[in-house]
């Protein structure tokens, strides 16, 4: 991001130059402020990594636990908890679709690269987008989407 006028790091203070790349502070500081390019590398990124790591570690965690209950369950029992994911992912597919219309603009990452659009057309689980200043069109589940 590019600042157009003076602005002060909200962490060191620091005069940030018409010109000089800002950055969002977040989780340091509060909605509005910016900091200098030194703090955002010293010292954001640092607490952004650890929230990640802590999450990531949770996460891992919880899986843990899942796949020990699961080791305890019959042939029965694992085609119902099957059935639960497959009807969990209907439910996030269809919140997420709900929020969409066609036309809208989205993108998504497709084959190594964010691939932008329109949509054409809306399913339960899937979408047709087109892609931008392209004939291709690409079936894509509704979860990998986002307004672009």
Known sequence: MI?????????????????????????????????????????????RIEQTRKITEKMSKILVNINKQISLLNNNEINSVIQMIKNRRTELSMAAGSKLSVGQKVQFSGRGMIVKGRLTKINQKTAIVSESNSPKQWKVSISLLEAA
């Not at 620091?14 to 910016?34: C, Q, R």
């Open 3 to 47: 600042a157009d006028k003076q602005m002060k790091c909200c962490i060191c203070e620091t005069e940030i130059d018409n010109g000089m790349d800002y950055h969002n502070p977040a989780p340091l500081g509060k909605s509005g402020d910016v900091c200098c390019t030194y703090c955002n590398i010293t010292k954001v990124l640092p607490v």
